[in-house]
């Protein structure tokens, strides 16, 4: 499976900043994914990330509060806008391995903390 | 709908003894089925997967298996290890995107 790397792995930001967070793969790959999890819950997805395209979001997530990028096949980047304590999560990429549907594979996470 | 949703939240078991988690769906059309196992500080690691033109799926000690009509499918540990001990997450492919269960928490006693 493809080498998935994140940056910052984790980081301690006031309240009001923004934080974006990288996810490179080390090969070409169409579907990118952002997530959310929280201290001791399950994997929310917040967007996808297309390529050439705006993300697409699901409920209860926004473009303003997590503008997405993904300028080629092998990077996108997250940024968390204007953070609250709320926003305190880890966040993760997933890529899904080209030409079989659904087969996901995560990067190890960004630990973030909003004080 | 899309939801998931995963029994138990947590399961205690003997070393050696069997483990058994299962997930419900809603959506008849989906056709993916994976399982993530998350130790603690690490990221989900996919451990087994089932398509549904499948029932029943081995890898060594795990199997998942898929009842497609009932829209329900397990994942099953046979001769539990202290190293089986972690999160375990189901998943559903709904269109373009997993949408997963709230986990179960498994602990294995040695």
């Known amino acids: 499976s493809a080498v998935i790397s994140q940056k910052p792995s984790r980081d301690i930001c006031q309240r009001g900043t923004s934080l974006t967070i990288q996810c490179q793969v080390d090969s070409q790959v169409t579907m990118m994914f952002w997530y959310r999890q929280q201290p001791g819950q399950s994997l929310t997805l917040i967007a996808t990330?297309?390529?050439?395209?705006?993300?697409?979001?699901e409920s209860g997530f926004v473009i303003d509060k997590f503008p997405i990028s993904r300028p080629n096949l092998t990077f996108s980047t997250l940024t968390v806008s204007n953070m609250s304590p709320e926003d305190s999560s880890i966040y993760l990429c997933?890529?899904?391995?080209?030409?079989?549907?659904?087969?996901?594979?995560f990067g190890p996470g960004t630990r973030l903390t909003v004080t | 709908g899309e939801n998931v949703e995963q029994h138990p939240s947590t399961l205690s078991v003997q070393e050696g003894d069997s483990a058994v988690i299962k997930c419900t769906y809603s959506?008849?059309?989906?056709?993916?089925f994976p399982w993530y196992k998350q130790e603690l500080g690490k990221r989900p690691q996919l451990i087994i997967d089932?398509?549904?033109?499948?029932g029943e799926k081995k890898d060594q000690r795990i199997a998942v298996t898929l009842n497609k009509t009932a829209k329900h499918f397990s994942l099953h540990i046979t001769e539990t290890q202290p190293e089986d001990s972690a999160v375990y997450f189901c998943a559903v492919e709904y269109g373009n995107k997993l949408v997963f269960g709230a986990g179960t928490i498994l602990r294995v006693k040695s």
């Open positions: 959506d008849s059309a989906s056709n993916y």
């Open positions: 997933s890529v899904e391995n080209t030409g079989f549907s659904g087969e996901q594979y």
């Open positions: 089932i398509r549904s033109n499948v």
């Open positions: 990330a297309n390529q050439g395209s705006e993300a697409t979001y």
